[in-house]
C-alpha cells in the first residue's frame, strides 16, 4: 500500500460532505480522495437531509456520480485538471442545463429540457465540476416560494428565490452553489440559510441562458461556506460573453490570491441603516451594534443622501416593468397559472409607461455616483445587515428583501456573512458591500471581518 | 522668392473654398496656403451665398479666423500638426461648444452656452480642425425646419434635420461637416443637397455631448463632397468615450486606407426595394433602374423577411418613447413652446407602454441578422434610394425618411452618393448600406461605384 493509499483508508469517509470547495478541490487534485468518493459522500448527506430540506427539484445520483467517474477517469490518465475538477456544485434552476430539465419554478416550463448550458454551467464544466442537480426556486425566481425549508427551523421559510441552492450549501449536500439576485434572492437566503452568499459586480458573471427577468438587475450569485470558496468560484465565472451585453471583455482577475491577501491597513466600515431601519428586528440591532463596537474606530454612520430615498421605487418600477415584457409570452399562454403574486406584479408591470421606466433606469448613475465617492474617500466596505432579522416563520413567503434593493440597483457587489445568531438559534447575516468592480477586494475585506470576528 | 512662395502666389486664392479637406490639409500641412487663407476662402464664399442658403445658426468670422491663425503660428512654430490641421468643420448646433452657444433649434434653449465640447468636437480640434460655426437643425433635430434653404432651388427644403450641415458642405461654405441622424436627418439631407452623407455603424462615434433624442437610434454622421474626405474625418472620430455607453473600446482603424483600395473583386449588390417602393417618384425609379443597368451582373433584387415590414412601426414606438423620456424637461418647462409636430410626437411618446418599447428594441437584432446574413453570403453592400426623390417643394416639411427608417433601426453603417439627377436639375441619392462594423469596407465599396458611374 502506497502513501496515498494510506492517507485515503484513514479519512473518515462519512464526514466527506464537510469538506470546502477549496479542500475537496485540492484532495481530488492530490489523489487523496476521489471525486466519486467525495460526490457519494454528498450524495448521503442528500439522502439524509433531503427528505426535511427539500432543496432540489431534480437530483440523478446515478448521473452525477457518472460525472464524477469520468472526472476520476480522466484525471487517472494523467490530463490537466481544472480549478473546480471533481467538485460538485448545485445549480438554481433557472440556469439552463442540456443534460437535465430546467423548469424555471413555474408549472408553465414543466419538463422543458434545454439544448444548451447556460454560459455559467459552461464554465463550470469547463473548470471540472460536477453538475451535481438542480436546486429549488421560487415560482420564476419571484416570490412565490418552492418546496425548500429552512434547514435550521422547518417551520421558517429559507428566503428565495435562491432557496434551493442556499440550504443545500447550508446542509452540506454540496459545498457550493449557483443562485441568482434581480433583488434580494441570494443574499437573503444566504443570510436565513446561514451560509455565505455573494453577489458580484453587476456584468460580471454572463448570464447568458438563465431565465432573464430584468437585464438591468438579473445577478448571478455563489453559494457556500468559505470564503475562499466563493473565490474560486468566481474565478471560474467571470468572464465576457457575447450573450450577455452587460459583460465586457476584461482581464482575468486573480480572485483567489486578492482575496486570501492581507488588507495594507485595517479596513473602515460605513455603516448604513438606509431608511428602512424601523423594520430591523432587535436581536438584529442588537447583533449589529455589538459588532460596530468590536471594530471601534474602523466603523462610522454614513447618512445616504435625500436622492437614495427613491431607490426602492426605482428598484420596483424597474423590475416590474422589465417582467412584464421577460414574461410576456407566459402571460399570454398561461395568465391563470401564475400565482397570484407574480399575475398581480405582471399586472402592474404591464401598465408600467415608456417614459417613467427610462426616467427611473437614468437615475440608477447618479444615486451609484454618491456611494462611488464615499469609497474614493474613505471606506472600504459599506456594513448593513442582510436582512430585517432571522427567516420569518411560515413557508408562504421569503421574507423581506429591502436591505438587498438598493445595492442590487446599482450594480454593487454585496456579500452576506453569517456572522450573528439570534435568540432562538437562527442564523443572522451581515451584509458588506464593495464599489462596482471591486469584488476581489470585497471578499478581502470580508475574509478580515470573519477572521476578526470568529477570534474576538 | 522661394519655390513655395511662388506656388503660392500663383493660385487662385478666390476658389480656395472649392478644396476638398483631403486637398486642404495637404496644402495646408505643406505650407502651400495657410489655414487663415483656407478659412477666409470659405467666409469669403459664405458671405457671397449665405444670405439665400441659410445654413448658419451661429459664426463670428473673427473666432474662425483666430483659430486658424493659432494653427498657423502651431506649425510655423514647427510643432506636429493634426490630420485636419486648420481645415474647418461645420457642426451641427446640436453638438456641445464650450466657444460658442449650442441651441438645439429650440427656443427653449436660445443663449444656452455650455461649458465643456462636444466628444466629437474635442476629437476634431485634437485633429487639428477649425470650427468655423454651428449649422442650422430642425427644432430638436426632429421634424419642424430650420430656416435653411436647399442650395439648388431656395423654394426647396434642403432636408432635416442635419439642414445646416448639408447645404453648408454643398455650397462650399466649408468642405466638411458633423450632423446626426436618428431617422433620416444626415442621409436624407445630403440626397436633397446634392452631398455625400455618411452614417456610420451605430455606437462608432460618441455622442457625448449632443443632443440626446434616443440612445438606441442616435447616430453621428458625416457630409462631404468625397468619399476621401469621409474617411478621413472618421478616422477622427471613431473611438471609445467614457460618455457614451455604446461606444466599445476597439483598435483605430485605418479608414482612410482602407476607403482607397481597390476591392479584390468587383462589389455585388442586393438592390431592396423596401415596402415603400411605391412612394418612390418616376426620375428616381428610371435613375436606380439605369444604374442597375450599368452595373449588370452585379446587383440582385434582394427580398426582405417579412417580420422586416415591421421595422417602420419598432422605429417609431422606439423613437416617440425614448423623446419623450429625453424631451421630459423640455415637455414640463414649456410645453407650450414646441412646434405642433413635435408636441404631438412627445405626446404619443409619453403613452407608450413600458412592455412595448421594451418588446421593440428586443425585435431589432432578430431584424439585423436576417441582414447580416445577406452581407455574409453574397453581398458587398446594400443598394437603395436615399430618399423618395428629390427635395420637395416648399420649406414646411423636411420630406420623407422612410428610406432611412431601416437602416438607422439596425445601426448599419449606410452613405448617400449624389450620383443621379432628376429631370429639374436637382439631386438624387443612391444609398449604400453595409454590416455594423463594415463601415472602411463600405466606402471602399462607394468609391470603387462612384468612379464606376463617372466614367460610365
Known amino acids: ?104 419554478g413555474s408549472v408553465l416550463h414543466a419538463g ?44 421558517h421559510t429559507p428566503g428565495g428565490s435562491s432557496s434551493g441552492s442556499a440550504a443545500a450549501v447550508a446542509t452540506g449536500m454540496v459545498p457550493i452553489a449557483l443562485g441568482s439576485q434581480t433583488n434580494g434572492s441570494v443574499i437573503r437566503p444566504a443570510a436565513f440559510c446561514g451560509v455565505i452568499g455573494f453577489k458580484p ?45 452587460d459583460t465586457r471583455p476584461r482581464a482575468r482577475f486573480p480572485f483567489v490570491e486578492a482575496a486570501a491577501e492581507e488588507p495594507p491597513l485595517p479596513p473602515m466600515f460605513g455603516f448604513v441603516k438606509t431608511p428602512y431601519w424601523e423594520r430591523v428586528d432587535e436581536d438584529t440591532k442588537g447583533g449589529i451594534a455589538e459588532l460596530i463596537e468590536q471594530l471601534a474606530g474602523q466603523v462610522e454612520e454614513v447618512e445616504l443622501l435625500p436622492s437614495v430615498i427613491d431607490a426602492w421605487e426605482l428598484h420596483r418600477t424597474i423590475m416590474e416593468a422589465e417582467m412584464a415584457a421577460n414574461l410576456e409570452r407566459e402571460w399570454n399562454k398561461g395568465h391563470d397559472r401564475l400565482s397570484e403574486q407574480l399575475r398581480a406584479l405582471l399586472e402592474r408591470g404591464r401598465k408600467v409607461l415608456a417614459v417613467d421606466y427610462q426616467r427611473a433606469r437614468s437615475r440608477i448613475e447618479p444615486i451609484y455616483r454618491s456611494f462611488a465617492e464615499l469609497f474614493e474617500q474613505r471606506y472600504d466596505a459599506i456594513l448593513t445587515p442582510a436582512a430585517t432579522g432571522v427567516a420569518p416563520k411560515g413557508l408562504s413567503s421569503t421574507g423581506d428583501p429591502v436591505f438587498c434593493t438598493l445595492w442590487t440597483l446599482c450594480g454593487m457587489p454585496a456579500i452576506s456573512l453569517p456572522l450573528l445568531q439570534s435568540a432562538n438559534g437562527l442564523p443572522l447575516g451581515v451584509q458588506l458591500v464593495g464599489p462596482r468592480h471591486g469584488d476581489a477586494r470585497l471578499l478581502r475585506t470580508a475574509r478580515w471581518l470573519a477572521a476578526r470576528v470568529a477570534v474576538g
Open 112 to 155: 422543458r429540457t434545454p439544448s444548451r448550458d447556460a454560459a455559467a454551467v459552461t464554465m463550470l464544466r469547463a473548470a471540472g465540476a460536477v453538475i451535481m442537480g438542480k436546486t429549488v426556486t421560487t415560482e420564476f425566481a419571484y416570490f412565490s416560494p418552492g418546496k425548500t425549508r429552512n434547514p435550521h427551523n422547518s417551520e
Open 201 to 245: 459586480t453587476h456584468g460580471l458573471i454572463p448570464r447568458q441562458g438563465v431565465l432573464t427577468l430584468s437585464r438591468t438587475l438579473d445577478h448571478v450569485g455563489l453559494f457556500s461556506h468559505t470564503i475562499e470558496d466563493i473565490a474560486l468560484l468566481a474565478e471560474q465565472l467571470v468572464g465576457y460573453d457575447e450573450g450577455d451585453p
Open 1 to 104: 500500500m502506497n502513501d496515498l493509499n494510506q492517507e485515503r483508508s484513514e479519512m473518515d469517509l462519512t464526514n466527506l460532505h464537510l469538506l470546502s470547495a477549496c479542500e475537496a478541490a485540492r484532495l481530488i487534485r492530490d489523489g487523496v480522495i476521489s471525486s466519486e468518493q467525495f460526490v457519494e459522500g454528498c450524495l448521503a448527506r442528500i439522502r439524509e437531509v433531503e427528505e426535511q430540506v427539500q432543496a432540489w427539484t431534480f437530483l440523478d445520483p446515478e448521473h452525477a456520480l457518472a460525472q464524477a467517474r469520468t472526472a476520476d477517469a480522466w484525471r487517472s490518465e494523467g490530463r490537466a485538471t481544472g480549478p473546480l475538477h471533481g467538485v460538485p456544485v448545485g445549480v438554481k434552476d433557472i440556469f439552463d442545463t442540456a443534460d437535465m430539465p430546467t423548469e424555471n
